[in-house]
């Protein structure tokens, strides 16, 4: 088993609409949570992290993470065709930092 | 720009070949990881810096691959006697002190074993 899964998609949604991104983890010693945004041919950039059960939000964002469910949410809303790249959730136990993504999911927005 | 850069994007190598792969990171950054990435898939960690100092080298999947940091700064990933499996993307991060989890990645090598 994966220590992180999630659903490569990929995912097809009209301009405007809500985005649900997801991913389940298996450890429950990870503690830090975030989301990266990968363009075509970039390297991915950080959206947000978290170290709590919850949500988070920045402007159109929320990341959400349920640590007895050991399962992490991305909610993306108003999505504009610009969000269209491929979503990675990532985690890691804290401390020294390596960080095990998932798969990634691609996202496109159709205008 | 102040952001982590590497060189070269593209690397084209026959089997057996050696490759060296570059990364500078951001200045000042202590941390500083390599990653590979192959098509379709996250980032696998491959190894992490602190400093000059390889704190971590579990992620490396043979002992044809070896990187250093001499000078606590720029870094070379370095693969020996390529294999066709080794054709994936190279990515670099690096983070702060205060940084935390938030690295900051580079646009990463591709590199392609013929």
């Known amino acids: 088993q994966k220590e992180v899964e999630q659903d490569p998609g990929p995912l097809s949604v009209p301009e405007g609409a809500i985005v649900s991104l997801n991913c389940t983890y298996s450890n429950s010693a990870f503690q830090y949570f975030m989301w990266y945004r990968q363009y075509s041919r970039k390297g991915p950039e950080l959206l947000m992290y978290?170290?709590?059960?919850g949500n988070k939000e920045d402007g159109r964002f929320t990341a959400q993470v349920d640590k007895s469910s050991k399962y992490i949410s991305l909610f993306i809303r108003d999505s504009q065709p610009s969000d269209s790249a491929t979503y990675l959730c990532?985690?890691?136990?804290?401390?020294?930092?390596?960080?095990?993504f998932g798969t990634g999911t691609k996202l496109q927005v159709i205008p | 720009g102040a952001g982590v850069s590497q060189s070269p994007r593209y690397k084209v190598a026959k089997r057996g070949q050696d490759v060296a792969l570059r990364c500078d990171p951001i200045?000042?950054?202590?941390?500083l990881f390599w990653y590979q990435q192959a098509l379709g898939q996250g980032p696998e960690f491959l190894t992490y810096f602190q400093n000059e100092a390889q704190l971590d080298k579990s992620g490396l999947p043979s002992d044809r691959f070896f990187a250093e940091r001499p000078e606590g700064s720029v870094s070379t990933l370095k693969i020996q006697r390529t294999q066709q499996e080794d054709s994936a993307v190279y990515l670099c991060?690096?983070?702060?002190?205060?940084?935390?989890?938030?690295?900051?990645f580079g646009p990463g090598t591709r590199l392609t074993v013929t």
């Open positions: 990532a985690i890691t136990p804290g401390g020294y930092q390596k960080v095990t």
């Open positions: 200045s000042g950054h202590v941390s």
């Open positions: 978290t170290y709590s059960s």
């Open positions: 991060a690096s983070s702060g002190p205060d940084g935390l989890h938030e690295q900051y």
